[in-house]
C-alpha cells in the first residue's frame, strides 16, 4: 500500500509537471526561425538588386557597393540555398555548419555597417541624421547578427562529443565495410582467373604441365604392379 501511494503521489506530482512544460515548449524560442528570416531578407534583396541599382543606397547593402549588382544578387541567393540546406538538416553536421557561414557572413558586414553608420552620423548614402535615430533604424541588423549567431551556436554547440564521436565511427565502419567488400570481390576474380592459362603460355607449354601433373598424382594402392624380368 506504501508503494502504491507512492506511485499515486508521484503521479499527482508529474502531472502537472508536464502540465506546466507544455506551456513552456511552446514559449521556447526555435533557432531555426531566425535562419529563415535571413534567409527571406537575403532572397528580398537578391530581387531587389535585379530590379535596380537604388536599393544599394540602403546602408545594409551599401558596404557591398563595389560589387557588381548581378554578381551580388547571385551571391545572396547562393547563401540562402546554402542556408536552407544547413538549416534543414535532421543532424547536426560540420556541412551543416559551413552551409550557414555565408549567410552569417553577409548579415555580420551588414551589422558591422549598420554601427559605422551610428558612429559616423550619417547613412550609408551620405544623408547625415542623429545617432539615436540612426540607430533605432538600424537595430534591425545588428540584432538579426546576433540572433543569427546565437541560432547558429544553438544549433552545432549542443551536439554531444560523444555522439560526434559515434558519427564519425560509424562513417569510418561503413567505408571499412566498402572496403572489405571491394577487396573479397577482386580476391574471387584473382581466384577465378588464377585457374586459367596465363595468356602468354604456349601450347607446348601447357601438354609440359599436363604431363608434369600426371608425373606427380600419387598412385593408388594396389596400382603398382611387378613385371618379371
Given amino acids: 500500500m506504501i ?11 508529474t502531472a502537472p509537471a508536464r502540465a506546466g512544460a507544455a506551456p513552456r515548449e511552446w514559449l521556447r524560442v526555435r533557432p ?12 528580398t534583396w537578391g530581387c531587389l538588386l535585379l530590379a535596380s541599382r537604388d536599393p544599394y543606397g540602403a546602408t545594409a547593402l ?3 557597393h563595389w560589387v557588381p549588382r548581378v554578381a551580388l544578387a547571385a551571391v545572396l541567393f547562393a547563401a540562402s540555398g546554402l542556408a536552407i540546406w544547413g538549416g534543414t538538416r535532421r543532424r547536426p553536421s560540420w556541412q551543416g555548419l559551413a ?9 555580420t558586414f551588414s551589422a558591422y ?7 559616423v552620423a550619417h547613412y550609408g548614402d551620405g544623408v547625415p541624421r542623429p545617432r539615436l535615430f540612426i540607430l533605432a533604424d538600424q537595430v534591425p541588423a545588428v540584432l538579426a547578427m546576433v540572433l ?9 554547440a549542443r551536439w554531444p562529443v560523444g555522439t560526434a564521436l559515434r558519427a564519425s565511427l560509424g562513417e569510418l565502419d561503413a567505408g571499412s565495410e566498402r572496403l572489405r567488400g571491394d577487396l573479397r570481390e577482386k580476391a574471387d576474380l584473382l581466384r577465378r582467373l588464377g585457374g586459367r ?5 604456349t601450347a607446348g607449354d601447357a601438354s609440359d604441365h599436363t604431363r608434369a601433373a600426371k608425373v606427380a598424382r600419387p598412385l593408388r594402392p ?4 611387378w613385371r618379371s624380368p
Avoid at 531555426?32 to 532572397?43: D, G, R, T
Avoid at 592459362?197 to 603460355?201: A, E, V
Fill in 3 to 13: 508503494q502504491a501511494w507512492r506511485r499515486k503521489d508521484s503521479a499527482g506530482e
Fill in 32 to 43: 531555426v526561425w531566425i535562419i529563415w528570416y535571413a534567409v527571406l531578407l537575403h532572397i
Fill in 62 to 64: 551599401h558596404v557591398y
Fill in 99 to 107: 552551409a550557414l557561414l555565408p549567410q552569417q557572413a553577409i548579415l
Fill in 113 to 119: 555597417a549598420a554601427v559605422v553608420a551610428v558612429a
Fill in 148 to 156: 543569427h549567431t546565437a541560432a547558429v551556436i544553438e544549433m552545432h
Fill in 197 to 201: 592459362p596465363r595468356l602468354g603460355c
Fill in 222 to 225: 594396389g596400382a603398382m604392379r
